[in-house]
């Protein structure tokens, strides 16, 4: 089981930036964020392959950007322009099987972390 560990969410106002990172103990792999909001069901947010090719979900295009440092295994989403409807605790999840694929379904990812919480107060 690869180990997931997210940092870096916080309280932040309306039209601020953050940066969350994941560090993995797995091997590079693919990787993504989901975010989960109070009441919501978890929702993809961003994916990156290996090769550091991304997809988006069109409610997060243009606002946040997803990347990675192969070398010391670590994920980043950072965001910015932040809105309050981006309140939620975002996830980090791994592919074990898939390093090029661009999964965009909970089922696509087999390990997760515990999540970090960001707030966006307005």
């Known amino acids: 089981q690869v180990q997931l560990q997210e940092s870096g969410g916080e309280t932040v106002q309306v039209g601020g930036s953050l940066r969350l990172s994941c560090a993995a103990s797995g091997s590079p792999s693919s990787m993504a964020w989901f975010q989960e909001a109070p009441g919501k069901q978890r929702e993809w947010v961003a994916t990156?392959?290996?090769?550091?090719?991304?997809a988006y979900a069109s409610s997060v295009e243009g606002r946040f950007t997803v990347s990675r440092d192969n070398a010391k295994n670590t994920l980043y989403l950072e965001m910015s322009n932040l809105r309050a409807t981006d309140t939620a605790k975002y996830y980090c999840?791994?592919?074990?099987?898939?390093?090029?694929?661009?999964?965009?379904?909970?089922?696509?990812?087999?390990?997760w972390g515990q999540g970090t919480q960001v707030t966006v107060s307005s």
């Open positions: 990156i392959n290996v090769a550091g090719i991304t």
């Open positions: 999840a791994y592919d074990r099987q898939r390093r090029w694929f661009l999964g965009r379904t909970e089922a696509d990812f087999a390990d």
